[in-house]
C-alpha cells in the first residue's frame, strides 16, 4: 500500500491491521514486513486476536508505503472450531451500527422464509445464495462506512456490503457471525467475506462471489463488522492532501496432496502494499 502527500507531514503514527496468521485452515510461512522510513514497529494482538503493528515516523515525508511478502499454504481444513469460551460467541450475534437492520432489510429477513430450514449451516448458505438476486456488484456506489440497510436499499455496493448485509441477516437468526477480510486468487485487492458459526465450527461463506470459502482464500482478520477489520488508522501532522493506493497480488506458487487424499491444499504467494 503507497500513499502521496501533496505537502510534507511529520509525527506520523499509524496502526496497520493486514498479516494472515496461522489456523486451523492455513499456515503462513516466510511473512516479510517493509515499512518505508520507519525502522522500528511493534506487532501485538488486537481484541480478536487479529496482528496488529503500531509504529511512527517522526521526520517529514510526502511518501508512506508498506510491502508485506509471505506464503500460505491453504485448504487444510473446511472450517475453524470454535475454542472460545462459550459466552464470547454472543459479540457475534449483536447488531452493530452498521448491521443493524431497517426497516427494507427486516421486510427482506421476513421474505427469506429462514423458519423452513433447521441447521444454522442450511440457513447460511440460502442467505448466502439469496442475496445475489437482490442486490448487484458495483464499485463507487456506497462510503467506506456505508451501513448495511442502506445499502441494501440501494441494491449495489461491493464486498464489504454484501458482508454486512449477510451478517445483518444472520444475527437476525441469532446466528453468530463475523466480518472477515482477507486475500483471494484473482484479486487486485483486499476481499471481505462471513464465517458463520455452525455448531461447533466456523464456516466460511463469500455472498460476493456466491460460494463457500475454499483453498483461494487468505483470511488476515476477522470482527464485528469492517470497522474491526480496518487495516490501515493513523494521524499527521501537516496540511497535505492524501491520495492512498493498494494491490494485492496472490499466485499460486505449488500445489501438493494433502492428508485427505486431496489436492486442495496449496501453496501461495502474497504481495500486500498499503498506504
Not at 154 to 165: E, N, R, W
Not at 195 to 206: H, I, K, M, P, Q
Amino acid at each position: 500500500m503507497t500513499a502521496e502527500y501533496s505537502e510534507a507531514v511529520h509525527q506520523h503514527s499509524f496502526s496497520i491491521r493486514f498479516f494472515p496468521q496461522h489456523s486451523q485452515r492455513q499456515k503462513i510461512t516466510d511473512l516479510n514486513i517493509e515499512i518505508d522510513g520507519c525502522q522500528s514497529f511493534v506487532v501485538t494482538d488486537d481484541s480478536f486476536q487479529n496482528k496488529k503493528c503500531y509504529g511512527r515516523i517522526a521526520e517529514p515525508h510526502r511518501n508512506f508505503a508498506l510491502h508485506i511478502r509471505g506464503k500460505a499454504e491453504t485448504g487444510l481444513a473446511i472450517y475453524e472450531e470454535y475454542t472460545d469460551y462459550p459466552f464470547s460467541a454472543i459479540l457475534f450475534k449483536t447488531q452493530t451500527d452498521l448491521t443493524k437492520p431497517g426497516k427494507n432489510l427486516l421486510n427482506y429477513h421476513q421474505a427469506l422464509g429462514l423458519h423452513k430450514w433447521e441447521g444454522s449451516y442450511d440457513k447460511a448458505l440460502y442467505i448466502m445464495r439469496a442475496i445475489p438476486d437482490v442486490f448487484s456488484y458495483h464499485p463507487g456506489t456506497t462510503e467506506v462506512h456505508e451501513t448495511a440497510e442502506n445499502a441494501f436499499t440501494l441494491g449495489k455496493g461491493v464486498c464489504q456490503d454484501y458482508a454486512h448485509i449477510m451478517l445483518s441477516l444472520l444475527r437476525e437468526e441469532h446466528i453468530p457471525a463475523r466480518y472477515v477480510v482477507g486475500m483471494m486468487l484473482g484479486e487486485g485487492a483486499s476481499h471481505a467475506w462471513v464465517e458463520a458459526l455452525c455448531g461447533n465450527y466456523w464456516y466460511g461463506f463469500d455472498p460476493t462471489n456466491n460460494q463457500l470459502v475454499n483453498d483461494e482464500y487468505i483470511r488476515v482478520s476477522c470482527g464485528r463488522d469492517s470497522d474491526d477489520c480496518s487495516i490501515i488508522r493513523g494521524r499527521f501532522y501537516g496540511c497535505g492532501i492524501q491520495q492512498q493506493n493498494e494491490s494485492v497480488i496472490v499466485e499460486e506458487i505449488k500445489e501438493r496432496i494433502d492428508s485427505y487424499g486431496s489436492d486442495n491444499c496449496v501453496h501461495w504467494s502474497a504481495d500486500r502494499r498499503n498506504t
